[in-house]
């Protein structure tokens, strides 16, 4: 359709909040619906009770080339509101054999930094990064084991630890082309597109709030606590929204993105194929101040913890691909992975601080071949429909730079600039 005048939005995540700005810097007017109380989806702050400090739902990772996110930091005004390295560089410790090491790219896309044993992983040569070239001819049914060898050293120490972080499945169920694509967007444009980049307070405060406040700048409507219930179909399009609080028809010039949760989607749209199968991600936030000059964060291999991020006020826990940490009690969490914090962040042996494990069990779709088929295009069969979120065919995992492609996609699809 030609670009609508209006356009109503559902679903204030990255991806609903990508689509909303776009359409109103092209002069459209948008209503933003969000079923909850506070905007920003998976991608939040909050303020903790028992630490008594506000945290973010899950440490998230931005890397530099991440384009779309970094494009829509700018517009909002936010890039500098995210802090990192100067140069793309990812340390790590092997719990089990105490070893460090730091992977530390060049700049350019010449990789001379495999030459340098200090850049690489320790124990691998510069001839088994090569392996990672195998994934660029990775067919739709291979898993990331098919086409890496899981019994090598660097399988271990960091195909694995990317695989698993990236795509919140595990390596031997993952689609190797999702993998491919995140390597060659990231390693494969070198070490520029690969600083590892985190909200210098909250997620909220760099990805949300100044989103909504240049929406409000350009005129748009936020509605909170709005929840959509329906849909009604006529005449080969979206005919009317039925909210909560009651129904927004809409005229020809008006148009809907619907940019929600997969499993909401496929309730609300008829025959909408999605993902349906989802993995957990576990975050484990202690209330301690690691010293100023620590990293940003810290890979773990060999134990159970996966990455640790030092926050403003916590040091914080990824375990991604959780299911099996589901039903683990947090006080046995809790203190089962703050050893691993401490050996991490050179602690000694501080006492175990103040603690909340947060558990997200649908973080994310399974990024498998089988659930990788199930991803829908944003355009729907109404003209006046279309589709956002992570979970829709971005080529990208359920990410961030995901969801925000597929709000711009959306809005793209309608008419915006
Ligand atoms: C713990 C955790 C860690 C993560 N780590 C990373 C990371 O390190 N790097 C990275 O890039 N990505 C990470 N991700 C993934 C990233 O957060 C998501 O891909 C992204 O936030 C998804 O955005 P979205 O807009 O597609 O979906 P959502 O954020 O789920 O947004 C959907 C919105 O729709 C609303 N909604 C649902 N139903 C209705 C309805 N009926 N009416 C109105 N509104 C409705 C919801 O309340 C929600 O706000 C992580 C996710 C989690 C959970």
Redesign the pocket.
């Known amino acids: 359709m030609s670009r609508p005048r209006r356009v109503h939005v ?7 909040l990508a689509a909303g700005l776009r359409l109103a810097e092209s002069g459209v007017a948008v209503v933003l ?4 109380r506070q ?5 939040r702050s909050y303020l903790d009770a028992t630490l008594g400090c506000r945290i973010d ?6 890397v530099s080339g991440n384009r779309a996110a970094m494009d829509y930091l700018r517009r909002i005004g936010a890039e500098a509101s995210l802090i990192g390295p100067a140069a793309a560089s990812f340390p790590f410790l092997d719990l089990a054999g105490g070893e460090r090491w730091t992977v530390r790219p060049n700049r350019g896309r010449l990789p001379w930094w495999l030459f340098r044993p200090a850049r690489r992983v320790a124990g691998t040569g510069p001839l088994d990064y090569l392996s990672g070239l195998r994934l660029l001819g990775a067919g739709p049914d291979d898993v990331v084991t098919d086409r890496l060898d899981p019994r090598s050293m660097l399988f271990r120490r960091l195909w694995r630890p990317l695989a698993v972080a990236a795509l919140n499945t595990e390596a031997e169920q993952a689609a190797a082309s999702l993998l491919g694509r995140v390597l060659r967007e990231t390693f494969g444009e070198g070490g520029a597109a690969c600083r590892p980049l985190v909200p210098r307070e909250g997620l909220s405060e760099s990805l949300v709030e100044p989103a909504l406040a240049r929406l409000k700048a350009l005129g748009a409507e936020l509605r909170l606590g ?3 219930r329906a849909i009604a179909f006529a005449e080969g399009r979206a005919l009317s929204l039925d909210f909560d609080e009651g129904s927004e028809r809409l005229a020809a010039d008006e148009a809907a993105v619907l ?3 997969a499993p ?1 989607a496929a309730r609300l749209v008829p025959d909408l194929i999605v993902p349906d199968e989802f993995r957990a ?1 576990v ?1 484990a936030h202690y209330r301690v101040a690691a010293p100023s000059d620590a990293p940003l964060l810290v890979g773990l291999v060999g134990g159970v913890s996966e990455w640790v991020f030092k926050k403003r006020a916590v040091l914080s826990v990824t375990i991604s691909a959780a299911d099996r940490l589901i039903d683990v009690p947090a006080e046995e969490l809790a203190a089962q992975l703050w050893p691993e914090v401490r050996r991490a962040y050179a602690l000694g042996e501080t006492a175990l601080p103040a603690w909340q494990i947060v558990k ?1 069990r649908r ?2 779709f399974a990024a498998t071949p089988a659930q990788q088929r199930r991803r829908p295009k944003a355009a729907t069969r109404w003209p006046n429909l279309v589709l956002a ?2 979970f829709t065919d971005t080529g990208l995992p ?6 925000i492609r ?1 709000g711009d996609t959306a809005a793209r699809l309608l008419g915006a600039r």
């Open positions: 559902i679903g204030a995540g990255l991806a609903g619906h969000e079923a909850a905007a920003g989806g998976r991608c739902n899950g440490n998230h990772l931005l709005s929840r959509l940019a929600v949760t909401v991600i975050n997200e973080a994310t979120g992570d359920a990410t961030i730079e995901g969801a597929s």
